[in-house]
């Protein structure tokens, strides 16, 4: 079932619970939802989606908050299921419409939260920490919070009991039987709600297509200490800032070798260090070391664990590979390890990193080529014994793009859930829960929200094609000064480009054929000098796309006299 050809939805019903997904259907990131009842609104992660080259300019890409931007005194409360910025990036944006709203998560990802509040100076938050089978009453809601495990630590699902039925929404899981922490999803809890009734299964579907169980995270410690056993001069492990496990293996392999750890990236010094203060992250003494005092050891004596993993422009590990960074030079022989995923989207950043890491003659060792990364998320396996356990009457697959959530509802149903029972909708479709049956009743608008440095949400779609052609296509600029009165051409026209040419030369061919066409414009009485405009745009449009086949931005300006 899905939403096609919907669209305002009808006004909700009493006793009734109407879930819109605000952002994370569709594409992975910026994980939002809204889930309301009796009139009060729940809001389920507020996360953003970082830009690809389809985004020129563009920070970050917020969830679909303008939807609920008139509703904002109606939200009762902001549930985080765990601290990965597509799921508590956007937090700061949302606080600064309302800062009062009261915001529930775990202790590793409040504190992770506090640091970005901090840095975009937002206070008298009302920040209220939960742990498993915490229980919380919030209107027509009542949370409890149950432990899954994830990439991150401290991750939870959310159990909803409402006056329209009850949801489970798993927030991101895996079912690790072994994790590093100890700390296993609580599938005896999954299993006591499914037995209590479960009317709206939420579940991650990220590794829907993939089947079997997803690789335990100790499975990759062979590789890693494969990788400090052939490694004789630098080594530089680039993974994300919120992977605690994953450092922490390097980590433990660092001390096993003998090497010495730095930090390299802000938001990797910051939430290591908010790991540690918590006791998520065990680091042994004497074994960290500055940046700055990384000459005073030998190349082979330090392992750099760094941010970049996704080949983000300005991140450390992009900067040595573009030999940028003012502290760490690579050489020849050195190893680079990419110990991460690569999200969908960012192939070309990564392997533009790869190989400019490749062309100063490091050893790049990434998932392609050896096991050093493991998802944190539910493979097709874990899913359906999820589904077995649960069995729930109605399921909205979450979390990925639409052919993780088509899989992941092909998967209910193959466990006994209804076809007609399993929505698959995407980010602003309208889903409503009414006498145990879901079914789709409209869309709202939860299109991307662009932040452009200081500038959010103002920036249009059409705006971001004129970037992208100037990026691609170039730009060339016209000018001419004429007479209305005589007929004449006082001046010009004179074209210059940019990007698209090297030499203005090229135009001298086009230049007499534009001013012959303002004069019989003139001639035949057109004296508006947007209308003279759209001559010039017309004659240089046709001769760019005829001779040389590009499409750039062409700006024209008559002046008339």
């Known amino acids: 079932m899905s939403?096609?050809?919907?669209?305002?939805?009808?006004?909700l019903k009493p006793d009734t619970l109407r879930v819109i997904p605000l952002g994370g259907l569709g594409d992975v990131g910026r994980n939002m939802a809204s889930?309301?009842?009796?009139?009060?609104?729940?809001?389920?992660?507020?996360?953003?989606?970082?830009?690809?080259?389809?985004?020129?300019?563009?920070?970050?890409?917020l969830p679909g908050i303008e939807a609920i931007r008139d509703r904002l005194d109606d939200i009762v409360g902001l549930v985080l299921t765990h601290g990965h910025e597509d799921h508590i990036g956007a937090v700061p944006y949302l606080l600064k419409l309302r800062n009062d709203i009261p915001v529930f998560g775990s202790r590793l990802t409040l504190a992770?939260?506090?640091?970005?509040?901090?840095e975009h100076r937002i206070r008298n938050t009302d920040l209220r920490e939960v742990g498993d089978h915490s229980l919380v009453k919030l209107e027509q809601f009542e949370l409890e919070f149950v432990a899954v495990n994830h990439s991150i630590p401290d991750a939870m699902a959310l159990f909803l009991r409402t006056p329209a039925g009850k949801v489970l929404h798993t927030g991101d899981f895996k079912m690790d039987q072994l994790p590093l922490d100890g700390r296993i999803t609580d599938l005896r809890a999954f299993a006591r709600l499914g037995e209590e009734g479960v009317d709206l299964f939420m579940t991650d579907s990220t590794n829907a297509e993939v089947p079997g169980f997803t690789t335990p995270e100790k499975d990759i410690q062979p590789a890693l200490q494969r990788v400090f056993a052939t490694s004789s001069?630098?080594?530089?492990?680039?993974?994300?800032?919120?992977?605690?496990?994953?450092?922490?293996q390097v980590m433990d392999e660092a001390v096993r070798y003998g090497r010495k750890v730095v930090y390299v990236g802000r938001s990797m010094v910051r939430n290591m260090s908010i790991a540690r203060d918590l006791g998520f992250l065990k680091v042994p003494g004497n074994t960290l070391i500055e940046l700055k005092d990384l000459d005073q050891y030998k190349p082979e004596d330090v392992v750099i664990i760094s941010t970049g993993s996704q080949g983000e422009p300005l991140s450390a590990l992009s900067r040595i590979a573009n030999r940028e960074h003012p502290v760490i030079e690579l050489r020849a022989g050195d190893t680079v390890l990419l110990a991460s995923s690569l999200i969908p989207g960012n192939e070309n950043s990564v392997y533009r990193v790869i190989n400019g890491l490749s062309r100063l003659g490091a050893r790049v060792i990434h998932k392609g080529?050896?096991?050093?990364?493991?998802?944190?998320?539910a493979s097709a396996g874990e899913l359906l014994y999820c589904y077995n356990i649960v069995r729930p009457r109605n399921v909205m697959p979450v979390h990925g793009e639409v052919r993780h959530l088509i899989a992941n509802a092909e998967l209910a149903q193959a466990t006994g859930v209804r076809r007609d029972h399993t929505v698959i909708v995407e980010d602003g479709d309208v889903v409503d829960l009414r006498d145990g049956k879901v079914s789709v009743v409209?869309?709202?608008?939860?299109?991307?929200?662009?932040?452009?440095?200081?500038?959010?949400?103002?920036?249009?779609?059409?705006?971001l094609t004129d970037r992208r052609i100037l990026g691609e296509e170039g730009f060339i600029s016209i000018l001419a000064v004429v007479n209305t009165h005589t007929n004449q051409i006082v001046s010009g026209p004179d074209l210059h480009a940019r990007g698209f040419v090297d030499d203005d030369s090229v135009f001298d061919g086009i230049r007499r054929e534009l001013a012959d066409a303002l004069v019989r414009a003139m001639q035949e009485g057109v004296e508006d000098s947007q209308q003279l405009q759209q001559v010039l745009r017309r004659g240089v449009g046709r001769w760019v796309n005829k001779t040389h086949?590009?499409?750039p931005m062409i700006i024209p300006t008559v002046v008339t006299t």
Not at 5 to 11: A, Q, V, Y
Not at 36 to 61: T, Y
Not at 112 to 118: A, D, G, H, I, N
Not at 442 to 462: L, N
């Open 112 to 118: 992770l939260l506090r640091e970005k509040l901090r």
């Open 549 to 551: 086949r590009r499409r």
């Open 35 to 61: 889930l309301e009842v009796n009139g009060k609104i729940l809001l389920i992660d507020c996360g953003v989606l970082f830009p690809d080259d389809a985004h020129p300019g563009v920070d970050l890409i």
């Open 442 to 463: 409209g869309r709202v608008d939860a299109g991307y929200v662009f932040v452009d440095g200081s500038t959010v949400g103002d920036i249009s779609e059409t705006e």
């Open 369 to 377: 080529n050896a096991l050093v990364h493991v998802s944190g998320h």
């Open 3 to 11: 939403a096609a050809g919907l669209r305002t939805p009808p006004k």
């Open 233 to 248: 001069q630098r080594l530089i492990v680039a993974c994300f800032a919120s992977h605690v496990h994953r450092v922490q």
